[in-house]
């Protein structure tokens, strides 16, 4: 059997977004800069796909701008944000994904900034209190915090984040990466200035993401070279993805509460089995909490074992299951997860994020903990 339980890192692409990105591989090829009728008819495309985007998340279309995936988009806001109104101060945690965190820090690094972490307790909560404290003595910072964390699950509440960071004038980005497509976000409603997308997180394509900027917080561009995107990002757009991106946030949204309520069976399923089969499993941070952590993504703790140090996954590999370590932007890294350093959490101790989708099944579920428990020889 071939398992995928990766999905935080990518999606399979579903088919019906396929189709609709045929026609602009074949058919409809025009540059959408040209004013001819081949031009004209895919930036009418382009145009009813962020209509789409805007309408799914009520928000405006000119308020959405499209980009390469959601670390161009995080860069975007982050950079000129800070940039576009002389900020000199920002807050974020030290579990962000690094598209966040290494985008600060490297602002921080060129003196354009002062950078705050925020505490990080043993569960990969973060504290609000320190935070209110922070934006009381600095207000106007910037703030970037994520809607919820792409290695553990853990959910903010970023309505009580965004209203702290409207009370002190402060800028409040966020990386919903991981909620896009999984939850239903109201933009009009939410008190936030900036957040961002990736297409391939909830089966549309790679290469494809976007920017919301609340229209009251324009800021400048990020790439310059043309006048694309309402002057907010040069370049030729990528309309398969952009055609793409829309049609899976769509069919996301066409049937979302079932979605959900399948994916965290399998998550309630998986979680109740390795109790019942690997005594002394733990789960890393609140990813187990059903009501507390994405329904996609469940980080799993296991006991110390000599047999599987470092192996963990290269043996789930073997049995066909694809799973993670943690993020797949740091797949190349051997430091291993920043975020579960940040939790102090117990290197002894092999961590294994499975993440859910869709086209996920029980079967699946099954199987994987088998192998599991077949592989892993508990040390008590």
């Known amino acids: 059997m071939r398992v995928y339980f990766d999905n935080a890192a990518t999606t399979a692409m579903d088919d019906r977004v396929i189709e609709a990105m045929l026609p602009y591989m074949k058919l409809h090829y025009g540059n959408p800069s040209s004013v001819h009728s081949h031009g004209r008819q895919v930036r009418s495309a382009i145009e009813k796909a962020r209509k789409k985007v805007a309408e799914l998340l009520n928000a405006a279309p000119s308020e959405i701008f499209f980009t390469s995936g959601g670390t161009e988009a995080d860069n975007t806001a982050i950079v000129c944000g800070i940039e576009t109104y002389g900020i000199k101060h920002a807050i974020t945690s030290p579990i962000e994904h690094h598209a966040v965190l290494h985008t600060l820090e490297e602002c921080a690094k060129k003196g354009k900034i002062k950078l705050s972490l925020l505490d990080v307790n043993p569960k990969g909560e973060v504290d609000l209190q320190q935070l209110e404290a922070l934006l009381q003595a600095n ?115 066409e049937d979302m509460d079932g979605h959900r309520k399948h994916i965290e069976s399998l998550k309630s399923r998986f979680i109740e089995l390795l109790k019942e089969n690997i005594p002394g499993i733990e789960f890393n ?91 892993y020889t508990v040390n008590v």
């Open 139 to 253: 207000p106007n910072s910037f703030v970037s915090l994520m809607h919820a964390n792409n290695e553990i699950g853990n959910i903010n509440d970023i309505e009580t984040i965004g209203e702290l960071a409207k009370t002190y004038g402060a800028f409040f980005h966020s990386d919903t990466v991981q909620t896009m497509g999984h939850y239903a976000h109201d933009l009009k409603n939410l008190p936030i200035d900036s957040l961002v997308a990736g297409g391939h997180k909830f089966h549309g394509p790679k290469g494809s993401g976007f920017l919301y900027v609340k229209k009251d917080k324009k800021i400048h561009p990020f790439i310059h070279g043309g006048a694309q995107e309402r002057n907010m990002r040069g370049g030729t757009e990528n309309v398969i993805g952009i055609i793409g991106i829309a049609k899976a946030l769509e069919l996301a949204y």
């Open 285 to 375: 941070g609140k990813s187990a909490d059903l009501k507390k952590s994405l329904y996609t993504v469940l980080n799993v703790s296991l006991p110390p074992s000599e047999e599987n140090r470092g192996m963990l996954l290269f043996n789930l590999d073997l049995h066909g299951i694809s799973a993670s370590g943690g993020s797949a932007c740091s797949s190349g890294a051997t430091v291993g997860s920043h975020v579960l350093r940040a939790l102090g959490h117990d290197p002894e101790r092999e961590s294994v994020r499975f993440s859910f989708s869709r086209f996920n099944t029980a079967e699946e579920v099954d199987y994987t903990v088998e192998k599991l428990k077949e592989l």
